[in-house]
């Protein structure tokens, strides 16, 4: 007969398999998908399920492990944790999110911050600098903003010599390689957003307004 302790250990195992955990894992297979879960005494491939995409056998991968369930939440390849609103409440509620956890959620596709207890957007809103140089526009001044981890930048500014920097982009905000795209003034000059957070315009030469708007080639640039 099994005795009381035997009981007790067998009710705790129980109950603990059942809260959810976030553990890594290796992807064992795509089609179907299953994962074998570090710490899982039983080293066999589970099916998993994951709005992770391209996953690759052999790949480490993060997920949630709970009551004999596999949710892969993001790939090594990946730093930010991916997944749906139920993903993102699960870990609040489960007490696995931690201050600073990024999560992008594929319902919205936006990406979210845990903070001071709670899920936010990571969206700075729009920030007006000082600039340093050139003639800032009185109604559109220059601006920037973080949005989902990229920087976009907006407004209008009239720089008053060639290869001017107009500001420069402050940590959190700064672009992890320099960067050039064209802007609006006939698709003739391009910004260089500088991995040390200088934003200049650069040539061909000329000190008419410059338009931060919808240029094409544009392409909002990922900020670290």
Aim: aromatic content about 8%; overall charge neutral; proline content about 8%.
């Amino acid at each position: 007969m099994m005795d009381e302790l035997e009981r007790r250990l067998l009710r705790l195992e129980q109950r603990f398999g059942a809260q959810p955990d976030l553990r890594m894992g290796v992807v064992h297979s795509v089609a179907p998908l299953k994962v074998v879960v570090d710490g899982d005494p039983s080293n066999t491939p589970v099916p998993a399920s994951s709005m992770v995409l391209d996953l690759t056998p052999g790949e480490r991968v993060q997920c949630i492990w709970v009551g004999g369930t596999v949710r892969v939440l993001s790939a090594r390849r990946y730093g930010t944790l991916r997944g749906t609103t139920a993903d993102m409440t699960l870990l609040d509620t489960s007490g696995i999110a931690v201050e600073g956890m990024r999560f992008f959620n594929t319902d919205d596709s936006r990406e979210y911050v845990y903070a001071a207890g709670v899920w936010s957007t990571g969206d700075s809103g729009w920030i007006y600098p000082a600039t340093t140089a050139g003639t800032n526009h009185p109604t559109a001044p220059i601006k920037y903003r973080k949005l989902n981890g990229r920087i976009n930048l907006g407004g209008r500014w009239t720089p008053t010599s060639d290869n001017q920097t107009a500001f420069t982009l402050p940590v959190g905000f700064k672009p992890d390689e320099d960067i050039y795209c064209f802007v609006d003034r006939t698709l003739s000059v391009r910004a260089l957003l500088q991995a040390d957070g200088q934003v200049r315009f650069v040539g061909p030469g000329g000190t008419g307004p410059i338009f931060w708007a919808t240029a094409p080639g544009f392409i909002p640039a990922p900020a670290g």
